[in-house]
T-cell receptor
Framework: NAGVTQTPKFRVLKTGQSMTLLCAQD?????MYWYRQDPGMGLRLIHY???????AKGEVPDGYNVSRLKKQNFLLGLESAAPSQTSVYFC????????????FGQGTRLTVV | QKEVEQDPGPLSVPEGAIVSLNCTYS??????FMWYRQYSRKGPELLMY????GNKEDGRFTAQVDKSSKYISLFIRDSQPSDSATYLC???????????????FGRGTQLTVWP
């Protein structure tokens, strides 16, 4: 039982490059989320989705785009990476019936130089 | 002011000590209160969940919520080195008409339990 899987685990980008982070969950959860975690800032919500084909902005959405074409996948895109986007990114999912429990992936460590 | 305030520590205690972790919050609409545990270089995982005010006990862990003071606590009894991790409080409100609750996290408190 894999739970929530994030790809890749590590990445170094140059300023201005683009990339996509992939999140896959096998728990049939309706809700999916992307967070970033920075020292001293805690977890901040970037975007979230309440179902296939729907996405919404969270607390810090600027510079990111997302898509949820399939229920089990949630993609986070950086169109033009900036050093301020250096962070650890976590994907999470939860069921509609129990959204107080979010299941997190192992994280993606992104460095933008 | 952040919606959820949590002292980041670090907190270092000897094995067997009682640990107290705390968060305060400003939004009186929060109804659900959680504690997540995050080991180094891992994703957070849910440790305890409480609805509204009161206490909840699970083994060595006790969660307390005082809504009148907007204050929540996590107590760890007989702490073990395996408890060394970052503990994040989280809170949720469920806006009227919305099916999705929004989680607000504290910054996390780093705990080290030494043998």
């Amino acid at each position: 039982n894999a739970g929530v899987t994030q790809t890749p685990k590590f990445r170094v980008l140059k300023t201005g490059q683009s990339m996509t982070l992939l999140c896959a969950q096998d728990m049939n959860h309706e809700y999916m989320y992307w967070y970033r975690q920075d020292p001293g800032m805690g977890l901040r919500l970037i975007h979230y989705s309440v179902g296939e084909g729907t996405t919404a902005k969270g607390e810090v959405p600027d510079g990111y785009n997302v898509s949820r074409l399939k229920k089990q996948n949630f993609l986070l895109g950086l169109e033009s990476a900036a050093p301020s986007q250096t962070s650890v990114y976590f994907c999470a999912s939860s069921s509609r019936q129990a959204d107080t429990e979010a299941f997190f992936g192992q994280g993606t460590r992104l460095t933008v130089v | 002011q952040k919606e959820v305030e949590q002292d980041p520590g670090p907190l270092s205690v000897p094995e067997g000590a009682i640990v107290s972790l705390n968060c305060t919050y400003s939004n009186s609409a929060f109804q659900y209160f959680m504690w997540y545990r995050q080991y180094s270089r891992k994703g957070p995982e849910l440790l305890m969940y409480t609805y509204s005010s009161g206490n909840k006990e699970d083994g060595r862990f006790t969660a307390q919520v005082d809504k009148s003071s907007k204050y929540i606590s996590l107590f760890i009894r007989d702490s073990q080195p395996s408890d060394s991790a970052t503990y994040l409080c989280a809170m949720m409100s469920r806006p009227r008409g919305s099916t999705l609750g929004r989680l607000y996290f504290g910054r996390g408190t780093q705990l080290t339990v030494w043998p």
